[in-house]
Structures are given as C-alpha cells and as structure tokens.
C-alpha cells in the first residue's frame, strides 16, 4: 500500500494569512500513461462527510474558491490556501487512488491563530 | 441529484455481525465503481474498500485492517451498495460513509451522510 503522511499534524494561521499543507506518499502517484498525479484533497469540517477540493493533484473542483489550490508530482504535493478565512477552520485530507488499495493521509487540522 | 443514504448502523458486541446498505439515487449505479469509507470518533479517514461494476467482473478490494472480515456487495435492481462485516472489533468503531466517485470522463465525488457502527460489549 502506498502510505500518505501530511504535515504538519496541526496548524494555526493568522486570518488573511497563507496556510499550506504538505504531502508525501511512499511511492510516486504519477501514471506516466496519461502524466497525471494520482491524488487528491479533501476538506473535513466538524459532523460532516469531506468535501473535494483538488483532484489531479491541482485541479480545483467546481465551486472551491480560488485561494484553495494544490502542486506537486510524483512523490510531494502541497494544498496551499492563499488567504485563510474563517469558514476554512477544518481537517484536510490528502488521497491517492494511484494503486489498487486508495489511501489517505492522516490529516492536518487547520486553526485559527 | 445525486445521492447516498447509508443505513443499519447500530451497536453490536464484539464478535458480532452487521449489514450496512447505502441507497443510491441520481446516477447510473450499475456502472459504477463503489466505496466503503470510515472515520474511528476523532481519528482521520480510513479508505475500507470498494467493488467495481458488474460489468467489470464487480471485483471487490478491500483494505487489510478488515479483508477477510468484511464482504462489499451490490444490487444493482435496488440500487443499492452493502457492506458486510463479521468478527467485529472494538476497533471497527466508525462512522462508515459509501463513496461515489469518478474520475472519466469528469471527475464527479459524492459521499453519504455516513452511519455509526459501535462495537462495545
């Protein structure tokens, strides 16, 4: 199985302020076929089901605000959101569906400072 | 509309046996590939498994934490998405959401509201 590990586990940023989260899988994500990255981020906010907010590592979903956006390949990928509000308080998941067993990073709780 | 109503949640000793059912509605769910994702109180995201179409021979895969314990199945005349579990384990304690996504040709992802299974003596 591919392994996710975020980082870092928590953080708290000041409002207006950049946030970024970064990920790192066990083994590369891009599927040199079509050179695409094989993952994902999700956005958890308390007693509901994660929201998608990036798939093919920097592609935003239709109505996520463009201050969410995602980059890397291969191995590293960063969620960065360029100016946290207050609706972004939440747990981001990164996900990779590159193999056969998906998996997902632990998660990063974002703050407010 | 797309949507994805779990069910059959509940507590249950350990050892114990259960059926989760995930209705599904506003989508071709014949054709698609299903998920069983579960969240333990408080911890992240576990991907649990999923089940291809039928028409892609509806090969199941799950994750090793509960392969061999649990069994996903559909039926697609009540569109509807199952998740056995037997030989239930404190640890099996989760909310358990079905996933609905796509990535060809648009990317689509939908989730259920989830159901919470608690395995407690």
């Known amino acids: 199985d591919i392994v996710m590990t975020q980082s870092p586990d928590s953080l708290a940023v000041s409002l207006g302020e950049r946030a970024t989260i970064n990920c790192k899988s066990s083994?590369?994500?891009?599927?040199?076929?079509?050179?695409?990255?094989?993952l994902s981020w999700y956005q958890q906010k308390p007693g509901q089901p994660p929201k998608l907010l990036i798939y093919w590592a920097s592609t935003r979903e239709s109505g996520v605000p463009d201050r969410f956006s995602g980059s890397g390949s291969g191995t590293d990928f960063t969620l960065t959101i360029s100016s946290l509000q207050a609706e972004d308080v939440a747990v981001y998941y990164c996900h990779q569906y590159y193999t056969t067993l998906w998996t997902f990073g632990q998660g990063t709780k974002l703050e407010i400072k | 509309e797309v949507q994805l109503v779990e069910s059959g949640g509940g507590l249950v000793k350990p050892g114990g046996s259960l059926r989760l059912s995930c209705a599904a509605s506003g989508f071709t769910f014949s054709h698609a590939w299903m998920i069983w994702v579960r969240q333990a109180p408080g911890k992240g995201l576990e991907w649990v498994g999923r089940i291809k179409s039928k028409a892609e021979g509806g090969t199941t895969h799950y994750a090793a934490p509960v392969g061999g314990r649990f069994t996903i199945s559909r039926d697609d005349s009540e569109n509807t998405l199952y998740l056995q579990m037997n030989s239930l384990k404190a640890e099996d304690t989760a909310v358990y959401y079905c996933?609905?996504?796509?990535?060809?040709?648009?990317?689509?992802?939908?989730w259920g509201q989830g159901t919470l299974v608690t395995v407690s003596s």
């Open positions: 083994r590369s994500v891009l599927y040199s076929s079509d050179n695409k990255n094989y």
């Open positions: 996933h609905y996504t796509t990535h060809a040709p648009a990317f689509v992802d939908y």
